[in-house]
């Protein structure tokens, strides 16, 4: 085990322990509605560690996914296909909502085999594998077909073989979407339509990179405090995939929304190494038609629903959809690759050749 993993495991046990303190703080009273906070399971416990698989014994495992509903989803198909294609030897714990902890957090204990199955954006966790910030790459990808190229053909699932240099047995790639830009005055057709435009982005020096090479003002912000900002006009703008806006209702006080496109962002769904090494050939294989089953439904679904959002935002509420011209999206990435930002990329990649490989094969 590498210093990393050990270093991953501390934080596993401090997670884990939150978690404990959360249990025992949380009283009822919530409502029906809302589902209690499953505890992770503890260490060196039987969900930790499934034994038996190979006399038929049925192996239970812990699942925690996000909160994008088309997520959701396609975690109950991974869950209702692996469980009847291993005829009930395999069980699926399925803890979506993020209950068990944020997108790191729960990979981190994954690694460490405190949980067995993680859903996580590749953003978060790129620090644990630095070949992940390709997906940070502003422009990388133009069309969801093109992500589809690579996440679901050959270089994707070496990467997500790669995952195996940190204790992850990568399963699949699910869509988190595109990024796009809102605002309730400015609407973005061309690269100059963002000139010093103060824009919320996450903590991460890439998204900074990309938006100051386009000419804004980038401005971190926890995304919590984002409604209030931009009510407040402490900001002009903010960027975010299309769960997100719709999640946190920024659509309510947004006025414009731009069809910038300017990251593209994968789910992964992500295994512990050793647990998928302890199953049977005929488990594996269940969970190989499930991933396969979860991502053929989340990608439709994924897509569906940002058809039936624009929709609705541009129809009933009265929302201005700009959507820039091919010709404004290859000066959008004229921009940020002169502006050094897919060189940034590149030096934080333990394999930048990867991030060429994926150009070569798109063009």
Request: glycine letters at 8%.
């Amino acid at each position: 085990m590498n210093k990393k993993i050990k270093r991953i495991g501390l934080v596993a046990l401090a997670v884990l322990l939150a978690f404990s303190v959360a249990a025992c703080a949380g009283g009822g009273g919530g409502g029906g509605a809302a589902p209690a906070t499953p505890a992770a399971p503890a260490p060196g416990g039987d969900a930790a560690a499934p034994d038996g698989a190979a006399g038929g014994d049925v192996v239970e495992l812990t699942f925690a996914n996000v909160s994008i509903a088309t997520a959701v989803e396609a975690g109950e198909v991974f869950k209702e296909v692996a469980e009847r294609e291993s005829g009930g030897t395999l069980v699926i714990n399925h803890h979506p909502m993020n209950v068990l902890g944020d997108d790191r957090s729960v990979v981190e204990l994954t690694a460490f085999g405190e949980i067995h199955l993680a859903t996580s954006s590749t953003s978060p966790i790129a620090s644990m594998h630095n070949d992940l910030f390709v997906f940070d790459a502003p422009y990388l990808f133009l069309s969801e077909e093109q992500a589809d190229e690579i996440l679901q053909g050959p270089i994707g699932q070496q990467i997500l073989e790669d995952m195996t240099a940190i204790g992850l047995r990568g399963l699949m790639f699910w869509e988190n979407g595109f990024r796009y830009f809102t605002s309730d005055h400015i609407p973005v057709n061309t690269v100059d339509d963002v000139s010093g435009v103060t824009v919320r982005v996450m903590e991460n020096e890439i998204h900074i990179a990309l938006w100051r090479a386009l000419g804004a003002n980038p401005t971190p912000m926890a995304m919590p405090e984002v409604f209030t900002a931009l009510q407040q006009g402490t900001i002009d703008a903010q960027e975010n995939t299309i769960g997100t806006i719709d999640g946190f209702g920024l659509y309510e006080i947004q006025s414009h929304i731009s069809l910038t496109r300017h990251v593209y962002t994968p789910f992964f769904v992500v295994m512990h190494d050793d647990t998928w090494n302890s199953l049977t050939s005929e488990q594996q294989n269940a969970i190989r038609v499930a991933a396969q089953a979860s991502v053929d439904f989340q990608l439709q679904a994924a897509r569906d629903n940002d058809i039936r959002l624009f929709n609705y935002w541009e129809n009933e509420r009265d929302i201005t959809i700009s959507r820039p011209t091919p010709e404004a999206m290859a000066e959008f990435q004229a921009r940020v690759v002169d502006g050094g930002v897919w060189d940034l990329i590149r030096s934080r990649m333990d394999n930048p050749q990867l991030m060429d490989d994926i150009l070569d094969q798109l063009n």
